[in-house]
C-alpha cells in the first residue's frame, strides 16, 4: 500500500487526509482547484474525540494559539431566556474524555493542518487543479484534471465536500437536498460586547423554527454566531456558494421576539453572511464510502447538518482511522481490501452521527408539546441528557486490517 494515493480537495478533510497518511509512510498529492489555500466560513466546535487525533498528531501547540476552551455548554431558551441545560465542559471534559473541547475559526483549523503538512515531504501540494473524471482499472487510478492533466496513484480520496466530483464517479450523480433551513453567520470581538455576553462558554438558544449559538473563538478574542432560522434562498441564487447576501432586518425579523440579551448579541455583530443548508441522507452500508481503489471521506461522504457540531470531527475521525489502518496493513495488503476495511470500519458511526444531527435540528426547533417535552426531559436529566460519552472518547481504535 505504499503507491502514491491521489487526495482530491484540500480542504480540512484532505488535509488531515493527507496527513495521515504521511504519518503512515504514505505520499501523496493533494489536488486543491482553488488558485491559493484558504478556508471560508466561520467557527466550528472540535469535540475531544478530535481533539485527541490533533493531539496525537503533534498538533496540540498550534490548536492552543488559535483556538479557546469554552468551560460550558448552556441551553438557553430563545424568547424567555431561561436557562434549560448545562452541560460542563473544560476541566470537566478533560476529567472525563481524556482530552479537551475546543471551539475556534474554521481557518485556523486549516491553516493549522495546513502547515503541519507543508512540513511532510511525502506531501505534493497542487494549486488551481481540480478533477475532473477518473477511472479506478483495478491495477491503479487514473486522475484527468479539468486542464487536460492525467495522474496516476494507487488510489483515490474524495475529499471534495458536498458537491463531491469523485462521489458522483463513484456512485452516480446524486441530487443535494435543501435542509429548509438558512443559517446566518457572523464574528464580533469580544471587547465589542456587553461584559454579561464575554463568558467562556457555548451558548445555545433555543426557540420555536429557529436556535442561535455562539462562542469564544481565537483565544476568546473574537466570538462565532450562527443563527439558523426556517427558509430557503431566493430562486436564481447559487446553491453551491457558501456565502449570499445576508440582512441583519431578515434576522431580527425571523428572531421575532427573542430576549433582549439574546437581541444584544446579535446587534453586535457588524457583519453577517447566509447560506442555505444542504444535505444528503445518512450513509446505508460501507458501499456508500469505498469501492474499489477509491474512497470517500468528510463531507463527501456524510454531510453533516450543524445541529451536533460534528463535521470537521467525522472528517477528522476518517483520516485519522485510515491513517492507522495503512499503519498497521499487512505487508503485500492492497488498496482495495485496506479501503473495504476503512469503510467498515467508519459507515457505521458516521451514519449514526448524521442521524443524531438531523434529529437534533427537530429537537432545536421543536414548537408545542415537543418543545415542552424538551425543556422538561432537560431539566430531569440535566447533564445526562447532553453528555455523548460514546462520541467524545472515539475515535474507536480500528481493528487490524485482515
Known amino acids: 500500500m ?3 494515493v491521489i487526495v482530491a480537495g484540500g480542504g480540512i478533510g484532505g488535509l488531515a487526509c493527507a496527513l495521515a497518511l504521511a504519518r503512515a509512510g504514505v505520499s501523496s498529492v493533494v ?8 478556508e471560508v466560513g466561520a467557527g466550528l466546535q472540535l469535540g475531544p474525540n478530535a481533539v485527541r487525533v490533533l493531539a496525537e498528531w503533534g498538533l496540540m501547540d498550534a490548536l492552543q494559539a488559535c483556538a479557546a476552551f469554552p468551560e460550558a455548554l448552556r441551553v438557553r431558551d430563545a424568547h424567555g431566556a431561561k436557562q434549560l441545560g448545562h452541560l460542563r465542559l473544560g476541566a470537566m471534559a478533560l476529567a472525563r474524555h481524556g ?5 475556534l475559526h474554521r481557518a485556523d483549523l486549516h491553516g493549522l493542518l495546513l502547515s503541519a503538512v507543508q512540513r511532510r515531504p511525502e506531501v505534493q501540494l497542487r494549486l488551481g487543479a481540480r478533477l475532473a473524471s477518473y477511472v479506478d482499472n483495478g491495477d491503479g487510478v487514473q486522475v484527468t484534471l479539468e486542464n487536460g492533466e492525467m495522474l496516476s496513484g494507487g488510489a483515490l480520496m474524495g475529499c471534495d465536500g458536498l458537491w463531491s466530483r469523485v462521489r458522483a464517479g463513484l456512485l452516480g450523480e446524486q441530487p443535494v437536498s435543501a435542509t429548509g433551513h438558512l443559517a446566518y453567520r457572523g464574528m464580533v470581538r469580544a471587547v465589542d460586547l456587553p461584559a454579561a455576553l464575554r463568558a467562556n462558554v457555548i451558548t445555545a438558544w433555543l426557540g420555536p423554527r429557529l436556535h442561535v449559538v455562539h462562542y469564544p473563538v481565537k483565544q476568546g478574542d473574537w466570538f462565532n454566531l450562527v443563527a439558523v432560522v426556517h427558509g430557503r434562498l431566493p430562486s436564481g441564487d447559487d446553491v453551491q456558494a457558501w456565502t449570499h447576501q445576508a440582512h441583519a432586518a431578515d434576522l431580527r425579523q425571523s428572531l421575532g421576539s427573542a430576549c433582549a440579551e439574546l437581541m444584544a448579541m446579535v446587534a453586535a455583530v457588524p457583519d453577517w453572511t447566509l447560506w442555505q443548508l444542504n444535505d444528503r441522507p445518512p450513509l446505508r452500508g460501507a458501499h456508500e464510502q469505498a469501492r474499489g481503489r477509491v474512497a470517500l471521506l468528510g463531507d463527501a461522504a456524510h454531510p453533516m447538518r450543524p445541529f451536533f457540531a460534528q463535521g470537521a470531527a467525522m472528517a477528522i475521525e476518517d483520516a485519522w482511522t485510515l491513517g492507522r489502518l495503512v499503519q498497521h496493513a499487512p505487508a503485500g495488503n492492497d488498496w482495495p481490501a485496506g479501503l473495504e476495511h476503512f469503510a467498515q470500519t467508519r459507515w457505521a458511526r458516521n451514519a449514526r452521527v448524521q442521524k443524531l444531527s438531523r434529529r437534533n435540528g427537530t429537537v432545536f426547533h421543536a414548537q408545542g408539546w415537543l418543545r415542552r417535552g424538551r425543556d422538561t426531559a432537560m431539566a430531569l436529566l ?9 462520541l467524545y472518547d472515539g475515535p474507536p481504535e480500528p481493528s487490524p486490517t485482515p
Open 99 to 103: 482530552q479537551h473541547y475546543a471551539t
Open 31 to 38: 489536488l486543491e482547484q482553488a488558485a491559493a489555500f484558504g
Open 2 to 4: 505504499n503507491q502514491q
Open 382 to 390: 440535566g447533564e445526562r441528557l447532553l453528555e455523548n460519552t460514546w
